[in-house]
């Protein structure tokens, strides 16, 4: 039957600050996602909105992003990172629009 599709959506592994990884699955979430990063690498998320996706899978100020759906980000620029997650998060979009078969 082939390769399955790749799964849907956002996923980040983060690496915690006691140094513990933890890997979000965002879904079919679209933006916003409700958080904001430092202005420098690494990508640290600097604040969580209250009510907000990233608030309900339990991100916290001061993880740093260290995979965008697989790909290993840490160390790079922030700009970077937030155009791979992005591109992802568009991607995904498309692909849950696709019609039915």
């Given at each position: 039957?082939?390769?399955?599709?790749?799964?849907?959506?956002?996923?980040?592994g983060f690496l915690l600050p006691e140094g513990s990884e933890r890997l979000v699955?965002?879904?079919?979430?679209?933006?916003?996602?409700?958080?904001?990063?430092?202005p420098m690498a690494p990508c640290r998320v600097k604040e969580v909105k209250p009510g907000t996706v990233c608030d309900r899978l339990g991100v916290q100020p001061g993880w740093?992003?260290?995979?965008?759906?697989?790909?290993?980000?840490?160390?790079?620029?922030?700009?970077?990172?937030?155009?791979?997650?992005?591109r992802?998060?568009?991607?995904?979009a498309k692909q849950r629009n696709l019609p039915d078969l």
């Open positions: 039957w082939g390769v399955p599709a790749p799964a849907v959506g956002l996923e980040l699955l965002f879904g079919d979430a679209q933006p916003p996602l409700g958080l904001s990063f430092e740093r992003v260290v995979h965008v759906n697989g790909e290993r980000v840490l160390g790079e620029d922030i700009d970077y990172v937030v155009e791979l997650m992005k992802v998060l568009a991607a995904s």
